[in-house]
């Protein structure tokens, strides 16, 4: 519990210099892990609420530690909305249990109000990474159709929701690959 409070203390500085720095507004920073890392991205991630909170939270096979939600929840009356949340969970994963997962989203919609927080459940998953440990292609990649392309396709939709859209001003000189399309534009 130490060495998480540590890295949820080093990663809330890192934010709060960032926002500081007048680089990117709270809104617009998003977090994304898995196992561990999914972990310390909702502890970061629920550590900014109301007009503090982030744009958007992903996790991967990780769920908040049942000490951290307990401390909370004996110590701190219920908080302002956390941002949106998504959490994608293996049916076949034997590390991260489905209860801590559970667990979790009860805690980020009772005690947060997490504005939107969705459980993406991936059919014969084990603990991977998004878009493995299904029954992927020869390259371990999610294939068309199967339940780790529907995982990759239900994050790609979560970011394209909630990550911040760049500013025309900063698009100049880029180059904008249309979905669908093979023709290259330029902005």
């Given at each position: 519990m130490r060495s998480l409070t540590k890295t949820?203390?080093?990663?809330?500085?890192?934010?709060?210099?960032?926002?500081?720095?007048?680089?990117?507004?709270?809104?617009?920073?998003?977090?994304?892990?898995?196992?561990?890392?999914?972990?310390?991205?909702?502890?970061?991630?629920?550590?900014?609420?109301?007009?503090?909170?982030?744009?958007?939270?992903?996790?991967?096979?990780?769920?908040?530690l049942e000490e951290s939600v307990w401390a909370e929840e004996s110590s701190c009356p219920q908080q302002q909305s956390v941002g949106p949340v998504l959490i994608t969970h293996g049916e076949k994963d034997e590390v991260t249990s489905r209860e801590s997962i559970e667990m979790t989203l009860k805690h980020l919609r009772s005690h947060h109000q997490a504005k939107t927080c969705m459980l993406q459940v991936v059919p014969g998953k084990g603990h991977a990474m998004m878009g493995q440990g299904t029954a992927a292609g020869a390259a371990g990649v999610a294939t068309a159709g199967s339940p780790a392309e529907a995982e990759v396709r239900k994050c790609m939709e979560f970011f394209a929701a909630t990550l911040c859209r760049t500013p025309p001003h900063l698009l100049e000189g880029c180059i904008e690959v249309k979905p669908g399309v093979c023709d290259v534009q330029k902005v």
């Open positions: 949820r203390a080093l990663m809330c500085s890192c934010i709060d210099h960032i926002v500081g720095a007048g680089l990117w507004q709270h809104n617009q920073i998003s977090l994304f892990g898995f196992s561990q890392g999914g972990c310390t991205a909702l502890e970061v991630h629920r550590q900014y609420s109301g007009p503090r909170a982030l744009g958007g939270c992903i996790s991967i096979a990780g769920a908040l």
